[in-house]
């Protein structure tokens, strides 16, 4: 596997349910990101990790929370969702958070039903 | 007003058309500007990264900017098929940063 990979690529989930979705980078970066886009709308930037440490959270709900294990794993822990929840989750990575050039996984297709 | 402001599209051009696509922004403090290129069922991959004002050249690809218009462009010459994909225009006033401000991006179809 290259580059970013995320798991996985389609889900769908009722309100209550808890799921979870992964992203996976081998590239050797140091900063990892998550990103909402919906559609008509900008990417919206939600959690960054700095060396497994979470260095933004941009005023994201708290039913969905992050985690980052090692500089190479980051999840997105599910719950309680909303159907205006529905969009394509994008994980990325840098080189570091100061770096401008992100790679961005396929993203995880998410409909809350 | 929104910061970023991109036309939707979709904007459908033949094969070998000189492609023009915009951004307008509100914000005078953006120096950086970015291009992404999204195919469908992929993540945003970065096309152009630029400085300032002016131009910068890759390949078919040129990037444009106007910061007294507040204005990008991105021109693709000898547009293929294989160009067609949504672009997204990215934008922040700092360098050394990961806050970019994103347009919500331009589906662009070149027809063969």
């Known amino acids: 596997e290259t580059g970013v990979t995320q798991t996985p690529r389609h889900l769908v989930m009722g309100m209550t349910n808890k799921k979870s979705l992964k992203c996976e980078q081998h590239?050797?970066?140091?900063?990892m990101y998550w990103y909402k886009q919906s559609a008509k709308k900008p990417l919206e930037l939600m959690f960054v990790?700095?060396?497994?440490?979470?260095?933004e959270n941009n005023s994201v709900p708290s039913r969905f929370s992050p985690e980052c294990p090692n500089s190479s794993h980051l999840f997105l822990h599910l719950h309680t969702l909303q159907p205006e929840d529905s969009a394509l989750y994008l994980c990325?990575?840098?080189?570091?958070?100061?770096?401008?050039?992100?790679?961005f996984g396929p993203g995880t297709r998410l409909t809350v039903t | 007003q929104k910061e970023v402001e991109q036309d939707p599209g979709p904007l459908s051009v033949p094969e070998g058309a000189i492609v023009s696509l915009n951004c307008t922004y509100s914000?005078?403090?953006?120096?950086?500007f970015m291009w992404y290129r999204q195919y469908s069922r992929k993540g945003p991959e970065l096309l152009m990264y630029?400085?300032?004002?002016g131009n910068k050249e890759d390949g078919r690809f040129t990037a444009q900017v106007d910061k007294s218009s507040k204005y990008i462009s991105l021109f693709i010459r000898d547009s293929q098929p294989s160009d067609s994909a949504t672009y997204l225009c990215?934008?922040?006033?700092?360098?050394?940063?990961?806050?970019?401000?994103f347009g919500t991006g331009t589906r662009l179809k070149v027809l063969a």
């Open positions: 914000n005078s403090a953006f120096q950086y």
């Open positions: 990325a990575s840098s080189q570091g958070v100061s770096s401008y050039e992100q790679y």
């Open positions: 630029t400085y300032s004002s």
């Open positions: 990215a934008m922040s006033a700092r360098s050394g940063t990961y806050k970019y401000i």
């Open positions: 990790y700095n060396f497994k440490e979470q260095t």
């Open positions: 590239l050797g970066h140091n900063a």
